[in-house]
């Protein structure tokens, strides 16, 4: 991953900790990103609406503009699930073989198991805008892109 790609990845991590404050939404099924765009697919039961869509890219940026840390803790697998629950998880299953967990922490706003490598802080990201949204019923799916404003 070069740095943009980096941005982008950090991204996905701020703009579900918005997807889950607007619509309490809890499950990640999947994320993809190319350079500086992005697009996270979440499980979701009702359809939102254009104003949920933009209040989700509004907390984001106040975040991102925020500057917080992005944490990493490294912890035994059982530890982390002691400690964290299944916060970390997402739909898409960690093989039982891995021990060992790297937990990415946004505080009060984003925690996930994730060994992607992420910015150190929020700020680094730079300016995100939503490029697409869309809600898959029969799947109960809410796909969200983004690109990075300034790449
Ligand atoms: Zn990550």
Redesign the pocket.
Known sequence: MDDIEIRT??A??VVKGAVRKVLGAKWTASTWVSKGHGRITIQLFNKPGESDMKEIFRLANEKIVEGVPVKMEVLPREEAEKKYGDEIYDLFPIPAEVKELKI?IIEGWNI?A?????TSTTAEIGEIEMCDWRFRRVKNLLEVSFNLKKI
């Open positions: 990845h950090t996905l991590h990415v996930n994730c060994n992607k490598p992420h």
